[in-house]
C-alpha cells in the first residue's frame, strides 16, 4: 500500500493504487464512504473506485486509501481471517464481471462482489476469534447491504447485496439482475479457484442457471481468474 501511495503521489501512477482499491474490500468500502460523504456535495451515488479518483483527484485519493488500509493492516498481523476473506471478496468480484459481461450492470456486479462480506470484514478487524457466529452467516450479507445503504454507495451494488443475504437465508435464487449473478458468483467461488478444479457436474449445474453452455462458462472462469492474478500482481 505504501509503495502504491507513494508511486501516486510522485509522479501521479495510480496503477498500483487501482488495484488496491480493486482487491481490498475494506480500503475501497472507506474510500467510497468518503467520496459519498456530505463533504462532497450531493449528487449521484459513486460505486466505482475510477470514478472516485477522477472526481477527488490522485493525491486526496491516495491518502484516503493509506488512512482507511490501516486497522486492516493491524488486524492482519493478528490473524489470517481478513485475508482469506480478502481473497474471497475478490474471486467473488471477478466471477461476478466475468459472469456479467456484456451487461449495463457489470461494473456494479464486480462493485458487490467485493463488498458483499464488508460488515463481517468490519467487524473482525474489531474483535477478536471467530466474528461469523453460527446461525447468523446469511444475516453479514443484509447487515453489509444496510451498512453500504447509509454510506449513500449506488442502490444497484446495495439491493444486489441484499438480494444475495435473503438468498442464503431462504435458498431461493434472485430471479435476474445483480443479485441473481452476485449469489453464483459467491456460490463458484467457494468451489472453484480455478476451471480444473470444478469437475463437469458442477459447471453444468451453474451453466444451467446461467443459461450459458458448459463450454462457455470455462471460458468465463479463465478470464475471471486471469482477471484475479492480474490484480494481485499489480497489488503486490
Not at 435476474?176 to 463437469?200: K, N, Q
Request: with cysteine.
Amino acid at each position: 500500500m505504501k509503495a502504491a501511495v507513494s508511486r501516486a503521489l510522485d509522479n501521479e501512477d495510480v496503477t498500483g493504487l487501482m488495484a488496491i482499491l480493486q482487491a481490498d474490500p475494506l480500503t475501497t468500502a472507506r474510500y467510497l464512504r468518503v467520496v459519498n460523504s456530505p463533504f462532497y456535495g450531493s449528487r449521484p451515488p459513486i460505486g466505482s473506485a475510477a470514478a472516485a479518483l477522477q472526481m477527488l483527484g490522485c493525491h486526496a485519493s491516495a491518502m484516503i486509501a493509506l488512512v482507511s488500509s490501516f486497522d486492516y493492516g493491524l488486524s492482519r498481523k493478528r490473524d489470517h481471517r481478513l485475508e482469506r476473506m480478502r481473497l474471497h471478496c475478490l474471486q467473488t468480484a471477478v466471477l461476478a464481471h466475468a459472469l456479467s459481461a456484456g451487461s449495463d450492470w457489470a461494473e456494479e456486479a464486480f462493485m458487490a462482489g467485493l463488498l458483499h462480506e464488508i460488515h463481517f470484514m468490519l467487524h473482525a478487524t474489531a474483535e477478536s476469534g471467530d466474528a461469523r457466529e453460527d446461525g447468523v452467516v446469511a444475516d453479514y450479507a443484509n447487515r453489509s447491504a444496510a451498512l453500504l445503504r447509509s454510506w449513500n454507495l449506488p442502490g444497484a451494488i446495495v439491493d444486489a447485496i441484499a438480494e444475495h443475504g435473503r438468498a442464503q437465508q431462504t435458498g431461493l435464487i434472485p430471479a435476474s439482475g445483480v443479485g441473481r449473478v452476485l449469489w453464483l458468483a459467491h456460490e463458484l467461488a467457494h468451489c472453484v479457484s480455478s476451471v480444473a478444479d470444478c469437475v463437469p457436474h458442477d459447471l453444468g449445474w451453474f451453466a444451467a442457471q446461467l443459461g450459458t453452455g458448459v463450454g462457455n462458462l470455462g471460458q468465463m472462469i479463465a478470464a475471471a481468474q486471469e482477471r484475479f492474478r492480474a490484480i494481485e500482481r499489480y497489488r503486490a
